[in-house]
């Protein structure tokens, strides 16, 4: 056989070896799709592999992060996108909910659905069930609260945390308005195991987009 044929089956056994490897799924239902997106099989749900986006595209100065104009949100900070990236990424609930907006405008990678990860008030896996004062509405917080995107993605992660790029222990929005103050939105940390609710534009964390299949 001549060398040139040797070299290319060499070649070919390597990128089969390499495709098999990014479609495995390592755990959980979890599939990485290309280089940039994991797939969550069991909610048919897609999640950035970067778990703090902003930051990363900011750090590069890449278009699609020059091109946000965070200074004109409604009920933003006021910051600019320079002032953010300085912030690591950081964003308060409306900021964030205009990015994912821009992110959708410019069709990141192939979608116009992202959205901020969904968690569930009604969750009786939560540490702390809480009543409101008042409303008398029972409220799910605390640890262990497995109902929601993030709370699937916590229990498939448990044995393989290295997947994600720029995990760790963070805070992060969600996409859910505390119904009985809309003042408040659900966030989420997976490597601290934590549900709580944050006021929408006071408080500044990262942002993990997320979208369905």
Request: overall charge negative; some cysteine; proline content about 3%.
């Amino acid at each position: 056989m001549k060398p040139s044929i040797i070299i290319a089956i060499m070649f070919l056994v390597i990128q089969i070896n390499v495709h098999a490897t990014l479609g495995a799924a390592p755990q959980g239902g979890l599939q990485l799709n290309g280089e940039q997106l994991i797939v969550d099989q069991t909610l048919s749900l897609e999640w950035t592999r970067d778990a703090n986006l902003a930051k990363t595209l900011c750090d590069k100065q890449d278009a699609l992060w020059t091109s946000f104009d965070p200074a004109t949100v409604a009920h933003g900070t006021g910051r600019t996108a320079s002032q953010i990236c300085a912030d690591d990424g950081r964003m308060n609930w409306y900021e964030a909910q205009a990015w994912l907006k821009h992110l959708n405008a410019h069709h990141y990678l192939g979608h116009s659905n992202w959205r901020l990860p969904e968690i569930s008030y009604q969750d009786a896996s939560c540490s702390d069930q809480v009543v409101l004062s008042n409303t008398k509405t029972a409220v799910s917080i605390g640890h262990g609260c497995n109902a929601g995107e993030p709370g699937h993605l916590k229990a498939a992660l448990e044995e393989y945390r290295d997947i994600f790029r720029n995990f760790g222990d963070q805070i992060y929005w969600s996409d859910t308005e505390l119904a009985t103050d809309q003042a408040l939105a659900g966030v989420f940390g997976i490597e601290n195991d934590w549900q709580d609710a944050e006021e929408k534009t006071s408080d500044l964390l990262p942002v993990w987009p997320v979208h369905s299949l």
